[in-house]
């Protein structure tokens, strides 16, 4: 899925979704009381609705994004709840030095695919996303630096998570 895809189609909401983006932020920063998961949580919520809705028409664009962005925290709370268990035997799994060669195969299989994906973006959008996801820069720190409004920011990072998940549907 590409953002002109998102753009070109008549029934998109894509203007009104972009929106309602700072208010879904605030709400995920008041829940998880930490602006970059946050973000990442709100592109999610973003990327999303986008796929979800491709072809539909949507009668209420807030409530749906609303819904997505508390779907998200569930499965995020869920994530937590099950991290904790294993971190408690995080020691006893780093103890084992045993390599396992069809893991490290398929990790390999994935970096390859993943840096296929950062090849192919446009150069801005691979710009943004290396400076978001590599750097740890955060949206309004790459808006100022590349002199680009943190909407265009906002959109070059919803169209790189697209062009990454894309990749990896592809390779499955």
Known sequence: ??????????????????????????FLI??????????????E???????????REVRDTKRTLFRIAQNL????????KTRVPFEANLEEDLA??????????EANERLVVLRGAIASMP??????????RM??????EIADSLGISKSTVEKHMIRALAICRSAFEEDV
Do not use: C
């Open 135 to 140: 750097q740890g820069m955060r949206h309004r």
């Open 73 to 80: 925290l569930i499965d995020r709370s869920r994530r937590v």
């Open 123 to 132: 150069p801005r959008v691979r710009q943004v996303f290396e400076l978001n």
């Open 1 to 26: 899925m590409e953002l002109d895809d998102i753009e070109g189609d008549p029934t998109s909401n894509g203007p009104e979704v972009l929106a309602h983006y700072d208010d879904v932020l605030g």
């Open 45 to 55: 919520t973003m990327f999303r609705f986008f796929r979800w809705q491709k072809g």
């Open 30 to 43: 008041r829940r998880t009381r930490q602006r970059s998961e946050a973000e990442d949580l709100t592109q």
């Open 96 to 105: 084992v030095t045993e390599v396992n060669p069809n893991r490290t195969a």
